[in-house]
Nanobody, 116 residues
């Protein structure tokens, strides 16, 4: 089973930028649909952004125009670039890998806090 390791979380001021990375331990990374989810305290986990095997992307309405998901299949890594961050973006961010068949895998999560 693929393992995912997120990095790049931290504390940032409102209006600032932050980048997240998720490295996957698989030689067939390119077949996975990758996604970034987030969960704020007391709220359900929600999809933030996804990227298909072919590179098609989709975003939650709340982050469109501010967040960008990308992938580097040569490095088995998916990225989430976040800009114009708001306090409501504060959450634990999780990476998800979904194969064409079978269950998806979650990373351990990384905390993003947007606060002055």
């Amino acid at each position: 089973q693929v393992q995912l390791v997120e990095s790049g979380g931290g504390l940032v001021q409102p209006g600032g930028s932050l980048g997240l990375s998720c490295a996957a331990s698989t030689s067939i990374f390119s077949i996975y649909t990758m996604g970034w989810y987030r969960q704020a305290p007391g709220k359900q986990r929600e999809l933030v952004a996804g990227i298909s095997r072919g590179g098609s992307t989709n975003y939650a309405d709340s982050v469109k125009g501010r967040f960008t998901i990308s992938r580097d299949n040569a490095k088995n890594t998916v990225f989430l670039q976040m800009k114009s961050l708001k306090p409501e973006d504060t959450a634990v961010y999780y990476c998800n890998a979904k194969p064409p068949i079978g269950a998806s895998t979650w990373g351990q999560g990384t905390q993003v806090t947007v606060s002055a």
